[in-house]
């Protein structure tokens, strides 16, 4: 199973590689397909875990993330990390008509791990805008995942 998020730098694929149900754990690998002038940015995919807890947390941040663009009152702090911290979803300003009728940037870093064992974590990503409707496919895609 795959679960799409399109931003207007390509489509950002959560590719499922197995479920652990006693656990809570889904691997995924997360595909980058990105139109063909950002094709050579970063390479094409990066394997993330993901526990149910993460998954509906980051549903609920784009649902939040939504309102808060309706209502005008988006925070440029508000960040998804996930536990195993695979990769980060920054969620920034937007316009909107209505919770259906918007868009809104994100930035989405993914962890490339250190330079040696003694370094810290360095990211590299993209930043895009979401359209309202792409991110209300992709929450329902990954409700439907988790609670199936």
């Not at 809570?24 to 002038?37: M, P, S």
């Not at 050579?40 to 549903?59: G, S, T």
């Not at 919770?99 to 993209?126: A, K, P, T």
């Amino acid at each position: 199973m795959s679960i799409d998020l399109e931003t207007d730098a390509g489509v950002v694929t959560f590719s499922i590689k197995s479920v652990v149900e006693s656990g809570g754990v889904i691997d995924f690998d997360i595909v980058c397909v990105f139109f063909e002038n950002f094709s050579n940015c970063l390479p094409n995919a990066f394997f993330c875990r993901l526990y149910r807890e993460d998954i509906k947390r980051l549903v609920g941040y784009f649902d939040d993330h939504r309102a808060e663009v309706v209502a005008g009152t988006v925070s440029e702090s508000r960040v998804y990390m996930p536990l195993e911290n695979d990769f980060q979803i920054r969620f920034m300003t937007g316009e909107a008509e209505s919770l259906e009728d918007g868009y809104f940037s994100i930035g989405v870093m993914f962890n490339c791990g250190g330079r040696d064992e003694e370094s810290s974590d360095v990211f590299f990503g993209f930043e895009a805008a979401v359209d309202f409707s792409a991110a209300i496919k992709f929450c329902v895609s990954l409700r439907r995942m988790v609670f199936s």
